[in-house]
């Protein structure tokens, strides 16, 4: 990890302090996605077979998981990965429950009546990544929300397993069974996300599609978010990050586990480490030696460090302001009473608080949601939650008490904007009124 003293830092060392790292050349993946959403478009099914021949080497894609290979591959579950599943399954239910939406109802004036009301979206498409590191625990994040709204139609498409296609990791299967999803299918990459955007022979389109990707992924579903054909994606993503605020009485080897937790995700993720001890960011670091060399995925954990940063502040106010400035995806709070630090958080997307508590537990199964924003996203958008699996929309009724109450300033409103056939379409209602009443 590079390291950084804040206080000697002007202003443009601290900005490049908590730079990210730099994404990918959209102007170059940009085209190249396009051409694969084209196609996707005009030859329906035969693209995504094309493509898994191209970029998966499969030559016989089913593309649709059956019935029968669904409970073939779930009699391969282990018991303990099942009970696992099952746990995290009923704390995210429990805690996403308490998120239902409710009706609202307003009398703004008298005889003015506004609703707000929510309806589950119709149809939602969840991208699992697989590949290296399947992940069930996306399966849950994404289904049970989709699930407890009661979205009439979940679609699953999760990459092609090898050597077969139906080599699909019986943990996603369970996952996706709990939450009631049996419609799965075995394509992945910016293919998936056309087919889920414009709809095949097999694959009917959705209206939203949700879930994390690769970088092909992440550009198919932007150009697919601004194509009115296309569909509504959950929200913008970069390369996943983690930042430990941390001071001198925390377990550095604590610490240095929870750096590693996220850094094993991809060579691109970033870990952060900010703290006003020197002797904590030079434990840690010995910690981080000491425990990488005993990962399966170091090589990868190494490639994440090398762009990471350990930052010494002046004090812990100091610290807190450096990871206000960042907006990590993930904030960890080692410190002493830590759980009163919360409130002075302004933009992290999810926080986790105490020696206790790992990111680890928020990924897998305490229940909140690890569908989160990144590359500093946190500033303005929301973790994924209840409500991103709803439309919401207004109704108002007025009776014609309502139409005299506030119908004059409608009318007033209306000619100040020098819109007068808004205003007419007032006027005309109150003058039945004035009639009406002329006539009793």
């Not at 019935?67 to 696992?84: F, H, V």
Request: with cysteine; glycine share 6%.
């Amino acid at each position: 990890m590079q390291r950084f003293n804040w206080s000697q830092l002007d202003q443009a060392g601290q900005q490049a302090a908590l730079a990210r790292p730099a994404l990918p050349d959209s102007a170059s993946l940009a085209p190249k996605v396009r051409e694969i959403i084209a196609a996707v478009r005009a030859e329906g099914d035969a693209a995504l077979r094309r493509f898994s021949q191209q970029f998966d080497q499969l030559t016989d894609n089913p593309l649709a998981l059956s019935a029968s290979l669904q409970q073939q591959l779930l009699s391969q579950l282990q018991p303990e990965r099942k009970a696992a599943i099952e746990l995290a399954y009923d704390n995210i239910r429990k805690f996403h429950a308490a998120q239902l939406p409710r009706d609202i109802e307003v009398e703004t004036s008298i005889g003015v009546m506004c609703q707000l009301k929510s309806r589950p979206i119709g149809s939602v498409g969840l991208y699992i990544p697989g590949g290296s590191a399947p992940l069930p625990s996306t399966v849950l994040m994404l289904g049970v929300p989709a699930q407890l709204a009661g979205c009439p139609r979940a679609v699953l498409v999760t990459p092609p397993g090898k050597p077969l296609a139906t080599d699909i990791a019986p943990e996603i299967i369970y996952a996706a069974n709990l939450c009631g999803i049996t419609e799965i299918y075995t394509i992945g990459g910016a293919q998936a996300v056309a087919a889920l955007a414009y709809g095949t022979e097999t694959i009917a389109k959705v209206d939203k599609i949700f879930g994390p990707g690769n970088r092909y992924v992440t550009e198919a579903k932007q150009q697919v978010s601004q194509d009115a054909k296309g569909a509504m994606i959950d929200m913008p993503a970069g390369p996943s990050e983690v930042l430990v605020l941390a001071d001198a009485q925390a377990n550095p080897e604590f610490v240095a586990a929870d750096l590693l937790s996220q850094a094993e995700h991809g060579p691109d993720s970033q870990v952060i480490l900010v703290s006003d001890s020197a002797s904590l960011l030079d434990a840690v670091e010995q910690a981080l030696s000491v425990q990488l060399v005993a990962l399966p995925r170091r090589d990868i954990a190494a490639q994440a460090l090398a762009h990471s940063r350990a930052i010494l502040t002046a004090d812990l106010d100091n610290a807190i302001s450096v990871t206000n400035a960042y907006a990590p995806e993930h904030l960890i709070v080692q410190t002493e009473q830590a759980e009163l630090l919360t409130e002075r958080f302004t933009s992290a997307a999810s926080i986790f608080v105490g020696a206790w508590t790992p990111e680890s537990a928020g990924d897998y199964a305490s229940g909140t949601n690890h569908v989160l924003p990144t590359y500093g996203y946190s500033r303005t958008v929301s973790s994924l939650s209840m409500t991103d699996f709803y439309r919401r929309f207004t109704v108002q009724q007025l009776s014609a008490t309502g139409m005299r109450n506030i119908g004059p300033a409608i009318v007033t409103l209306a000619e100040a904007e020098s819109l007068e056939a808004h205003a007419n379409a007032v006027r005309l209602r109150l003058a039945s009124l004035l009639k009406e009443t002329e006539n009793v």
